[in-house]
């Protein structure tokens, strides 16, 4: 295959982050992003500098595609308690609907936790959405509250989904958090 000359870096950093969601962070090395770009491993040092610099530009990109997924839906729901699980089981349809594919994702979380850069913007996300589900209970006693409980469901009906791994997993979801809002329902 011929060597490509060019390749945006968008492009790149999505083909660095299908690596690291099909094998693991560990396999996001110069070699394989090279097999697989069609660059050399000469451009993808002067590009990165290292293996570290590139893994960390790929999951800021990957950042960046969800802090803009996550405002888009939060325009367009519902501000209401509906328009919340609309929300969060459109955050859950990247997850597809297997589960060892999951698991394999949570390594990137992994990277996150490890990287203070990383772990900065996983806590700038988690404030914005908290902030666009608790407009989803804007006339609510306690709307931060109950967006924040509801995070912490939505986190962990996808973990228990991924144990039980029965149906699809944005149903699943859309399960579990209609279950809590009849639990806060007045």
């Not at 996001?28 to 050399?40: I, N, Q, Y």
């Amino acid at each position: 295959m011929p060597r490509r000359r060019t390749l945006s870096d968008e492009q790149l950093l999505a083909m660095v982050l299908a690596l690291v969601h099909a094998e693991g962070p560990d396999a996001a090395t110069f070699a394989a992003v090279a097999k697989a770009s069609g660059l050399s491993g000469s451009t993808l040092v002067q590009r990165f500098a290292t293996k570290a610099a590139m893994l960390r530009a790929a999951l800021l990109y990957a950042w960046d595609r969800l802090d803009a997924e996550t405002a888009r839906l939060a325009e367009t729901v519902p501000k209401t308690p509906e328009g919340a699980i609309t929300l969060l089981v459109g955050l859950s349809q990247d997850y597809g609907d297997n589960a060892a594919a999951y698991g394999e994702g949570l390594l990137v979380l992994r990277e996150d936790f490890r990287d203070p850069v990383l772990r900065a913007r996983g806590a700038a996300w988690g404030t914005a959405l908290t902030a666009a589900i608790a407009r989803c209970f804007g006339s609510a006693k306690a709307p931060e509250t109950i967006a924040g409980l509801m995070l912490s469901l939505w986190q962990g009906s996808l973990i228990w989904w991924g144990f039980g791994a029965e149906g699809p997993v944005a149903a699943y979801v859309e399960a579990e958090l209609k279950r809590f809002l009849t639990a806060v329902k007045p």
